[in-house]
């Protein structure tokens, strides 16, 4: 069973600072990573797609990358500001028998003005 | 921009009552799903549809919830009788059919159980 865990799980910077979010599965054989944004008592915002074949990608300030053969992906923020503060959630869609999408828990980030 | 759509967006409710959500996916996308996200967790499949067919619903709790999406296009997710634990954030999300194309949320409902 894939299993996605995120490192930390709350995290509280001050405004300008480039930061690194953490995730790691369990089991390689995956479609994609993605990494999705959430406000609090709202829906998910998909951030970033990466395919199993691609190592990153980027959009704006934030880059994500994946090592699919560590089972590891950081979503990097440049210059971090106060509206970035929301919970951060990666997922992976696998591709064996379960083919879902499984997420992790997410980290809280806060960016201090 | 097309968007996932889904009501009610709060949802307040007593145990032993019956409550439905309605979710309408992307024009075209043949897959929908309908995620739990119990608060300060992430979301957890309940149900997954190709076009009117369930594919997984193996986490489903088959005694109290339902889903349906008869003519393959909006759906609906019913629990019934409403408990205690089943206050959380109830999302659907779409994804078109092919299988390495991102899935797209909604906006949520929120449901509390009193």
């Known amino acids: 069973k894939q299993e996605v865990t995120q490192i930390p799980a709350a995290l509280s910077v001050p405004e300008g600072e480039n930061l690194v979010l953490n995730c790691s599965f369990t089991d390689s054989a995956i479609y994609n990573l993605q990494w999705f944004r959430q406000d609090p008592g709202k829906g998910l915002t998909s951030l970033l797609l990466?395919?199993?074949?691609?190592r990153e990608q980027t959009s704006g300030r934030l880059n994500a990358s994946l090592d699919k053969s560590s089972g590891r992906s950081t979503l990097y923020i440049a210059a971090s500001q106060p509206g970035d503060s929301a919970t951060y959630l990666c997922a992976v869609f696998s591709s064996g028998s379960a083919r879902q999408l499984t997420f992790g828990s997410g980290t809280q980030l806060t960016v201090l003005p | 921009e097309a968007e996932v759509a889904q009501s009610p967006r709060y949802k307040i409710t007593e145990k032993s009552q019956a409550v439905a959500f309605w979710c309408d996916p992307i024009?075209?996308?043949?897959?929908l799903y309908w995620y739990r996200q119990i608060l300060g967790q992430g979301p957890e499949l309940l149900v997954q549809?190709?076009?009117?067919?369930?594919?997984?619903d193996s986490q489903l709790p088959k005694d109290r919830f339902s889903a349906e999406r008869l003519k393959g296009v909006d759906s609906t997710l019913k629990i019934q009788p409403a408990e205690l634990g089943d206050s959380a954030m109830y999302l659907c999300?779409?994804?078109?059919?092919?299988?390495?194309?991102?899935?797209?949320f909604g906006p949520g409902t929120r449901l509390t159980v009193l």
């Open positions: 990466i395919q199993s074949s691609q």
């Open positions: 549809f190709q076009d009117e067919s369930v594919v997984d």
């Open positions: 024009s075209g996308h043949a897959t």
């Open positions: 999300a779409s994804r078109p059919h092919t299988s390495d194309n991102e899935q797209f």
